[in-house]
């Protein structure tokens, strides 16, 4: 087996100026990219802290005592994010996720919430407000998040085995406590909550059935997300990649499966039905099979920096426009000019793009930007 090399890079530092266009670019609502794909979907990062250290995402031997996490006067405040969106919005978003890091983790999130609540898309509809969480504060959080206006949750779970669990969020936190915070989300109304698992073959892919018995006929969507290569911290290895084909095959064999048609333009997922009736899984097949062509996602980190790509080198710092005086029209526009010149594609290119031999400039870590 090769060996795991985990190359200490802080690409936090590794920012684009975001400047205000000389040709004004105007939010119509209609925005689109170089390759036409149109701004749908919001993700904002409102921290870079976690108290889980996954291997994959926050492995600790980067993200020990000593890291340097951003100071707290970096980071967007609640009225900034809510401004920053509020542009995206009037250039055609109608999803706003909220994610990290671990986002329960921002003091007093719940206002932020009421403010992005209060938001409405340029035909004047509600957003669609989700979050992502690792499910270890829910159960305190859910109700207050529901009355804040957040409509749906994502919980992160790698396994239901309490062990297999343990050793990978790697600060033995216990599942039951995630499952209460599952059971929580369920009773403030947050559904249909969707529960996504990150599957690195060897590791936990033997509790792929029971994952899919455990969720199957209680409403909920279990999605199987292939183990990504994003960042430079988590030692991904190819061999450590269970394809998707293979995750449903696994779960045909004892529960049929029907293939079931996309809910929206853009959806990473590709939706599988219980023949039964009893619900769906999902998977993401972000390395075997590339859903670029139709990716209509921009990401915001906790600081300000528009990340266009998962897998992006560099951000565009609308920070400095914000505290920089800049106006509400100056900010959509530069944000407008940013997205037209986007090419990004990824996991189209990934098998042709040379290999990473750490003299070049790296990817952002997922738990900087949020997946």
Sequence with gaps: MAERVIPLVDQRAHTLAATVPVQPVPATGL???????PLRDLRISVTDRCNFRCSYCMPKEVFDKDYPYLPHASLLTFEEITRVARQFVAHGVRKIRLTGGEPLLRKNIEVLMEQLAALRTVDGAPLDITLTTNGSLLARKASALKAAGLQRVTVSLDGLDDAVFRGMNDVDFPVTDVLAGIDAARAAGLGPVKINMVVKRGT???EILPM?????GTGMVLRFIEYMDVGATNGWRMDEV???AEVVQRIQAELPLVPLE????????????????SGEIGVISSVTQAFCGD?????LSTEGQLYLCL??????????????????????????????????????LRSALAPDTGTGARRVEMSYIGG
Excluded at 262 to 277: F, K, M, S, V
């Design 31 to 37: 925005l689109g990219d170089a390759l036409g794909r």
């Design 242 to 244: 269970l394809p998707s």
């Design 204 to 206: 936990n892919d033997h």
């Design 311 to 348: 897998f992006a080198t560099q951000g565009h710092d609308l920070r400095a426009l914000v505290r920089g005086g800049a106006s509400d029209a100056d900010l959509a526009s530069a944000i407008g000019h940013i997205w037209q010149g986007r090419s990004d594609r990824y996991s189209q």
């Design 295 to 299: 990716c209509n996602r921009a990401r």
């Design 262 to 277: 996309h809910n929206a333009p853009g959806e990473t997922a590709q939706r599988w039905g219980y023949a039964d009736g």
């Design 212 to 216: 899919a018995r455990h969720f199957k």
